[in-house]
């Protein structure tokens, strides 16, 4: 019988000792802010900048395909990031890239090619979350299928300044089309 007090006993101790702990863990959490609270002051600009999505400037049509300038610019030298939007039936032609790239797919899917012909039944889905390397020089060419729900929507850096350079069927460089 003591045996069986003594282990109730003990029972109920180490039930105490426990829930006390629990209970001080959760006071020492609860004094934490939470995305309840107020928001803290902007970070100062001059040590983390910050672009806010209305001000992107974005390029191209709505409904075809868009980009948007993170930072850098693709057409000077340095280091340059844009969002690119490929929205549902829009590809792009066949054509390479005089830099290397990296891409990152951040939602919808982006379906690409390496072929030196454009048919869409040759494309691949690359889907969010996964990373691609644009290698300098090699054909590719890419877009949204049709009947997709959501524009493929991808971030690209690279260094600038970048040529894109349309192919013809056999991967050959097409003549640039005179400016107007």
Do not use: C
């Not at 709505?62 to 280091?79: A, H, S, T, V, Y």
């Not at 030196?116 to 040759?122: A, F, L, P, Q």
């Not at 690359?126 to 524009?151: F, L, M, Q, S, Y």
């Amino acid at each position: 019988m003591r045996s069986i007090t003594r282990t109730i006993v003990s029972a109920a101790v180490v039930a105490v000792v426990a829930s006390a702990g629990v209970a001080g863990v959760a006071h020492a959490q609860s004094g934490r802010p939470t995305v309840n609270d107020p928001a803290g002051p902007p970070p100062d600009p001059t040590h983390i900048p910050t672009v806010l999505p209305k001000d992107i400037t974005w390029t191209g049509q709505e409904g075809r395909q868009q980009m948007g300038i993170l930072f850098g610019d693709p057409n000077k030298p340095g280091l340059y990031g844009v969002v690119y939007k490929w929205y549902p039936g829009n590809f792009s032609q066949p054509h390479f890239h005089d830099q290397e790239r990296y891409a990152y797919v951040i939602s919808g899917t982006w379906w690409v090619s390496t072929s030196n012909v454009y048919d869409e039944k040759t494309t691949y889905p690359v889907r969010a979350g996964t990373v691609a390397i644009d290698t300098a020089n090699t054909v590719h060419w890419d877009g949204a299928r049709v009947g997709e729900k959501e524009p493929a929507v991808l971030v690209l850096v690279g260094m600038g300044p970048v040529k894109t350079v349309q192919v013809d069927e056999n991967g050959k460089p097409k003549a640039p089309v005179a400016a107007r």
